[in-house]
């Protein structure tokens, strides 16, 4: 597996400018976000062919899919063109699962511009769509050749967005690195430097360069995301993914207190974190146990009733457990 080439730009001119001269008169199509598109016009102006898409979560399916190959089938692209996706982790998903599947791979340059995907979806090559048996069902691995990175997208996107990627920017702190949780925990939200979105890259990129098609250690990457993806189905997607994330990483470091010796400042300090961004620390479920169960035997790292769980021993040394999907319900209800 080769990784993805990953560069970082001042500016969304810089950026532009590079791409351009990159693809010159080779065959090439952006599909660019609309909201990104009404945030940052001058991208339309490019000499870059460029297609705006409106795709929401809800739509992050087969039939938005088939619309991007059909444009691509439109413009008469081949497999050595090159695709560019500019937005977040809706768009990265949607262009990228199209790209992947297209004469069965084209090449794919991403540019992400939420901060969740500038530290996670753009990165690792994996493209997930849904479906109605629930989220990033179906799907596919293809690195993208490059991703390249301009925090100045950061200055139109919502606060609440912004809080969602600090949660995933923290979890890859958690996972590799106690100098970057403690960096994060001193963050201007309005001012994010790009050397924590970098650092939070290099853990995520050399987690996915040992595992790429997760059968052990990519799955740390799931921390706080079980217990995670539990809340955002049980609240119908009324918690957003990253408050639903912050709960389940700090139910998370409680049961790796009791399991794996987690001293308890890591969680009190975590705690304290999302209190400060007024991101709720609790959340009751509305299901009862059979249902919740029915969701958790959906998600795709359970396996004869035992779903594989991250735990963390300290900041920085995660480790995966077996653990039972009763015992999981038992400490998310009753715990
Ligand atoms: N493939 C992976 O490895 C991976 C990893 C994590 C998450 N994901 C996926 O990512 C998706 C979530 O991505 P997201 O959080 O980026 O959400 P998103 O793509 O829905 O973007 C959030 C909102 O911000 C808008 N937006 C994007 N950039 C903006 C900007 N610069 N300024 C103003 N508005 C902007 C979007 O139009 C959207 O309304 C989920 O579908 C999730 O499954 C994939």
Not at 227 to 245: C, F, K, P, T, W
Request: with cysteine; glycine share 6%; proline share 2%.
């Amino acid at each position: 597996m080769i990784g993805s080439k990953v560069a970082y730009f001042k500016s969304i001119n810089e950026l532009e400018a590079y791409c351009e001269q990159k693809i010159k008169d080779e065959s090439h199509l952006v599909f660019i976000d609309n909201n990104v598109l009404c945030k940052f016009p001058t991208l339309g102006n490019s000499s870059m062919e460029t297609i705006a898409i409106k795709v929401r979560e809800e739509e992050k399916n087969i039939d938005t899919v088939s619309e991007i190959w059909k444009i691509m089938f439109e413009k008469s692209l081949e497999r050595s063109s090159t695709i560019f996706s500019i937005g977040g982790g809706v768009v990265s998903d949607s262009v990228g699962f199209a790209a992947s599947t297209y004469k069965r791979g084209t090449k794919l340059i991403t540019i992400p511009t939420t901060l969740l995907s500038m530290v996670d979806a753009a990165h690792g090559g994996k493209n997930g769509i849904n479906n109605e048996f629930g989220k990033n069902q179906i799907g596919t691995f293809m690195m993208p050749q490059e991703v390249l990175i301009c925090p100045e997208f950061l200055s139109q996107l919502p606060e609440k967005e912004i809080k969602t990627g600090l949660i995933e920017l923290i979890k890859a702190g958690f996972l590799g690195s106690p100098e970057l949780v403690e960096k994060v925990y001193e963050v201007d939200v309005n001012n994010i430097d790009v050397s924590l979105i970098s650092e939070a890259v290099d853990i995520k990129n050399n987690i996915v360069n040992n595992d790429f098609k997760e059968s052990s250690e990519r799955m740390f990457l799931n921390f706080g995301h079980t217990i995670g993806h539990l809340i955002e189905a049980d609240s119908h997607h009324q918690i957003s993914h990253g408050e639903a994330v912050a709960v389940g990483i700090l139910k998370a470091m409680q049961i790796s207190e009791k399991l794996c010796g987690l001293a308890p400042n890591v969680s009190a300090k975590f705690e304290q974190f999302l209190d400060n961004l007024q991101i709720s620390t609790i959340y009751e479920f509305k299901k009862n146990s059979a249902h919740l169960k029915e969701l958790l035997l959906n998600d795709k790292k359970v396996e004869n009733s035992k779903v594989k769980y991250v735990l963390l021993k300290n900041i920085g040394e995660p480790v995966l457990i077996d653990y039972d999907i009763r015992d999981l319900l038992d400490e998310v209800i009753n715990g």
